[in-house]
């Protein structure tokens, strides 16, 4: 497929040059035309004057014309004056009365027309130009056409185009270079925001200077800068994958090898098989921490975007997700229940991360709640918007740790409980990614702990 992207000077120039030829071509028209206009206005005039010149010596309008009488006129022989002058005088029917030629005679005056007509002509191949005049001599109408070459007007308006056309063609090309050097100052900016970009090394991902260039280009340079920003979130992200990763599964990796190699060398029945139950712990804690740590990279900033959030209905799927975890609570012997309105709860969001969210804060409800106590998860609405809260009676969390506890890896010592710190880390981004507010509170009077997910409206 051939490139269509043409170069923004070349385009630029083009449409400027089109735009000028014409404006040239246009302009030489109109000057051709008021040339011929204006060069003709004095000539008339001299034309005139020479008819009015030969019919006071031929004595027209008078009641004795001398018809046989000789003007004397240009023959075109003198270098002075190469214009050749002819006159006819003819009677009201055009029958040829007296002149030195034969010119032919403007239709118009067979009508009766009166005053000075001028009108042009050809004779031998060459333009004329000439003008009738009517006169009354002895109760007879009389016609004089006086006629004349046009090298003299020719060489006029040739001389006048010339000082017009070849100052506004060198005044075109003039603007040329004018309009050629300013695109070239104008997209110096662009030159140089392309050095700098492509100077850069791969993983430079700083914002582009947006101050030196031109005000048409910074929406486009922000753009630019928007979608590096996302990319370096995004890879912000990975790193801090790839470490969390490393360092968290370092350790149970660890222990598997040395469980495993404890069993292969022991003889001992009893220690072999606790050996494949610690295998079986630390398989199971991977598993979760590894499923913990690829939620936690799905709902970082810049993993998914909020294109894709769809409406949902809150309170189905906070039933349906706390359903799951009945079984677990009833082995703990822990009364977990369910309240919501009933009407409809909606929020804009992504189905698999909000479950994701309400899976972590039943998981550590469950977890820090003795045997015998409760946990309600609710939903609720109001003007400004859904809540979702998971309530327990269990060990609570001091106010010193109730802002930690949702950092990456942070775990209340002495909470007698096995995890990794990635759980309301995950509710956390979750929440983030939906724009909820996260409220973390003491439970029923001052017991436990309440978590609140406040949804905005709409």
Request: aromatic residues 6%; proline residues 4%; glycine residues 8%.
């Amino acid at each position: 497929m051939a490139n269509t992207i043409r170069s923004l000077r070349g385009y630029l120039m083009q449409r400027l040059l089109v735009a000028l030829y014409l404006l040239w071509i246009v302009s030489t028209i109109v000057g051709y035309f008021a040339t011929i206009n204006y060069a003709n206005q004095p000539y008339d005039l001299v034309l005139l004057q020479r008819a009015n010149e030969i019919a006071s010596t031929l004595k027209l309008g008078s009641a004795h014309a001398q018809l046989d009488a000789e003007p004397i006129l240009p023959d075109g022989t003198d270098p002075g004056m190469p214009d050749r002058v002819m006159y006819t005088v003819t009677d009201a029917e055009g029958r040829k009365l007296a002149g030195n030629g034969d010119t032919l005679r403007p239709l118009s005056y067979r009508r009766g027309r009166t005053g000075p007509l001028f009108s042009n002509g050809e004779r031998e191949g060459g333009k004329t130009r000439m003008v009738s005049l009517t006169f009354m001599s002895n109760g007879e109408l009389l016609q004089l056409h006086v006629s004349e070459t046009t090298q003299q007007r020719q060489a006029l308006i040739r001389g006048i185009l010339a000082n017009i056309v070849i100052p506004q063609l060198l005044l075109t090309l003039i603007a040329l270079a004018v309009v050629w050097y300013g695109l070239k100052q104008g997209l110096r900016p662009l030159e140089r925001l392309r050095r700098e970009v492509l100077n850069r090394k791969r993983d430079d991902l700083s914002q582009l200077d947006v101050g030196q260039a031109p005000a048409e280009v910074r929406p486009l340079i922000d753009a630019v800068n928007d979608l590096l920003a996302r990319l370096k979130q995004v890879m912000a992200a990975q790193q801090r994958f790839v470490a969390d990763a490393a360092h968290q599964l370092r350790t149970p990796f660890a222990g598997l090898k040395t469980q495993s190699e404890l069993a292969l060398r022991s003889n001992d029945a009893q220690q072999k098989q606790r050996a494949l139950e610690h295998i079986l712990n630390n398989t199971q804690h991977g598993i979760r921490l590894v499923n913990q740590l690829l939620a936690l990279a799905r709902n970082e900033p810049g993993g998914q975007s909020t294109q894709h959030f769809v409406t949902l209905n809150l309170s189905q799927l906070a039933q349906e997700c706390t359903v799951t975890w009945v079984q677990m609570a009833l082995e703990k012997n822990i009364d977990i229940g369910f309240e919501a309105p009933d009407t409809q709860v909606a929020v804009r969001g992504d189905a698999s991360s909000l479950i994701e969210m309400l899976n972590n804060l039943i998981d550590n409800a469950i977890r820090y709640t003795p045997a015998g106590g409760h946990i309600t998860v609710s939903v609720n609405e109001d003007t400004q918007g859904a809540q979702l809260s998971v309530e327990d009676n269990g060990t609570g969390i001091e106010p010193q740790h109730r802002e930690r506890v949702f950092e990456r890896f942070y775990r209340v010592l002495g909470s007698g409980q096995s995890g990794s710190g990635i759980g309301l880390a995950i509710v956390a981004e979750v929440a983030k990614r939906h724009g909820a507010e996260l409220k973390l509170e003491a439970g029923n009077e001052g017991v436990g702990t309440r978590i609140n997910v406040l949804f905005p409206k709409g």
